[in-house]
């Protein structure tokens, strides 16, 4: 698994334990509107929606905050204004930097953006200046909670998955975006827990950085990722062990 991926993977367990959660609540509820007002309220037939409803009960969200935010969406309201945009640029050592954002104003969420690029000493490109070094993958993460990671693996593969790693306390699967569902149902009955699922942009070509740039870019993914209006942030960088054990401690 790339460095980014495992940083993905920290991100999460320290947003998953953090108290003060109401930024990542806001940013889910987001995200839910969107898929509801684009999809409809239901969950078992708009897939958008089944993976932000999934996002938010994995981090704790309330299924009242859950509902509500629905129910804003499909009732209109603020809801009709807000819009999905993509952002590209490169990080300090060059790494590639792709961001996915939930807005009501562009100028806001680029000048936000652009000031962490600048402050990192990255640069925010034009649009496909970057994206064409990522694919789509759908990414699971599979607690091993006591099980044989073996068997997860093999269960992941078995199911359709085309890519399965160990990380620590838990097993990383890749599927192609089409599988994500079908191998997330077929974990869960078959009795594992599958902490996060979701559609990723995996980079084709990771890139080593030296220490120097790469603790750079770490703290710029760190500042994309707490800016308001950012849902996603996916980079080509490969962090080394050393540098990703200080963060995550």
Do not use: C
Not at 85 to 98: Q, T
């Amino acid at each position: 698994m790339s460095g980014h991926s495992k940083w993905s993977t920290i991100k999460r367990k320290k947003e998953a334990a953090d108290n003060k959660r109401g930024a990542l609540f806001t940013k889910l509820a987001k995200e839910l509107q969107l898929a509801a007002r684009d999809g409809g309220p239901d969950p078992d037939t708009n897939f958008k929606l089944r993976l932000a409803v999934q996002r938010a009960k994995a981090a704790n969200m309330p299924n009242d905050n859950i509902s509500r935010a629905i129910a804003k969406a499909t009732g209109g309201g603020d809801s009709d204004q807000l819009i999905e945009v993509s952002y590209e640029g490169y990080g300090p050592g060059g790494a590639a930097i792709l961001i996915t954002a939930v807005t009501d104003n562009r100028n806001r969420t680029v000048a936000a953006i652009r000031h962490e690029f600048t402050r990192a000493g990255g640069n925010l490109g034009e649009n496909g200046s970057v994206a064409w070094q990522f694919e789509s993958r759908g990414a699971l993460s599979v607690s091993v909670d006591g099980h044989d990671e073996d068997e997860i693996a093999l269960a992941a593969i078995e199911a359709g998955a085309e890519d399965v790693e160990t990380s620590g306390d838990s097993v990383e699967v890749q599927t192609a975006p089409g599988d994500l569902e079908p191998v997330r149902q077929a974990l869960a009955e078959a009795g594992y827990h599958v902490e996060h699922a979701d559609l990723s942009m995996v980079p084709t070509t990771p890139i080593s950085l030296e220490k120097g740039p790469a603790a750079q870019t770490l703290r710029l993914l760190d500042g994309l990722e707490e800016l308001e209006d950012v849902q996603r942030v996916y980079s080509n960088a490969d962090f080394d062990e050393e540098l990703l054990a200080q963060y995550a401690g």
